[in-house]
């Protein structure tokens, strides 16, 4: 679980038809719901809340996402992923067909799948972003209740999205496309993690990677909602609801924020049925020479074995 979002939204690629060099970094924000605490137990890198941040570098098709202690490189013309392990010093090499062996174990782990109703709307408003105003966009999905299905883990999706007009991203999304149809949409969006933890989530996640932007739009912000049959409708977060109306409307719902917490002490909980609540940002993009060396294993380093038969109970 080490990768666990390291590689969310695996956005990246070219500014030019040269295919030059492109990086930016993400910062992704475990916030509730019964995953979200699953994963907050069993993930060092995430406990107590802390945010996890990387920085992603693309050159020639390959794409390496750093953390602190560990890199993830993607080759798309080899078919090749490369875990490096900075703190045991080791690496693991293995192939999208071996990943995809992964994945599909723990799909057959899972419950059925049906077909999501997804619904998309430009929510308006604006909110700055630097010297910038980002567009409000809001994804819905919903599975629809069958009775000749089985009961389904996630029921309903939001995907609400902060989006920028940037020339050349649209050959970012194309990076995540290529991925997505060559291994896993899931993997491509960095959530795979989240279904090797919760099989049966891996449907809603797969289809949740499959919600790119065509063109140059640009998720300067994303917020992923997951409800379970019994969440009923997911709203946005309560701060962009206020920021569409105006800086008075805003400024009083803040205040009333401020107000609750102070008289309870606590919090607001989660609405009832929400699995998981997350919000990645992305930032510091630019299109310099990428090092190579960060795209290469460290020498002395040792190679290990993938962990394909511990996946495959």
């Known amino acids: 679980m ?20 492109f990086s930016y970094e993400s910062k992704t924000i475990l916030k509730n719901g019964v995953v979200g605490e699953a994963v907050l137990n069993s ?14 570098l693309i050159k020639n098709n390959r794409m390496a996402t750093l953390t602190r202690k560990h ?5 798309l013309n080899r078919n090749t992923i490369v875990e490096i392990d900075f703190a045991r010093k080791t690496y693991l090499s293995m192939t999208f067909d071996q990943k995809k062996q992964i994945l599909e174990s723990a799909k057959a782990r899972s419950a059925g799948s049906g077909t999501f109703e997804v619904s998309s709307k430009s929510a308006g408003g604006s909110k700055a972003f630097g010297f910038f105003n980002a567009k409000h966009s809001i994804v819905t999905m919903a599975l629809p209740a069958s009775p000749d299905s089985p ?5 309903r999706v939001m995907v609400e999205s902060w989006l920028l007009t940037m020339p050349g991203f649209s050959e970012a999304e194309d990076f995540r496309r290529k991925l997505g149809e060559k291994l896993s949409y899931a993997f491509a969006s960095g959530l795979y993690e989240i279904g090797l ?8 996640l797969e289809e949740i990677g499959k919600l790119t932007n065509e063109g140059d739009d640009m998720p300067v912000e994303r917020t992923i909602r997951i409800g379970g049959p019994d969440s009923g409708d997911l709203e946005p977060h309560e701060e ?7 800086v008075v409307s805003e400024t009083l719902s803040r205040i009333g924020n401020l107000g609750r917490k102070k008289n309870s002490g606590e919090p607001a909980p989660p609405p009832a ?12 993009f630019g299109s310099g020479p990428a090092d190579e060396s960060k795209f290469n294993v460290p020498e002395g380093f040792k190679q290990v074995q993938p962990p394909a038969a511990k996946t495959g109970r």
């Not at 080490?2 to 060099?21: C, K, P, Q, W, Y």
């Not at 009961?151 to 029921?155: D, K, W």
């Open 273 to 284: 049925g929400l699995l998981l609540d997350l919000t990645t940002e992305l930032s510091n």
């Open 240 to 246: 962009a609801s206020s920021q569409k109306n105006g």
């Open 151 to 155: 009961p389904q883990s996630v029921a």
């Open 71 to 75: 890199t993830t490189i993607v080759d």
């Open 2 to 21: 080490r990768t666990l979002f390291a590689t969310v939204f695996l956005f990246g690629a070219s500014i030019s038809a040269l295919r030059a060099d």
């Open 43 to 56: 993930e060092p890198l995430i406990r107590g809340g802390k945010p996890v941040v990387a920085t992603h």
């Open 197 to 204: 933890l919760e099989p049966k989530f891996l449907a809603g």
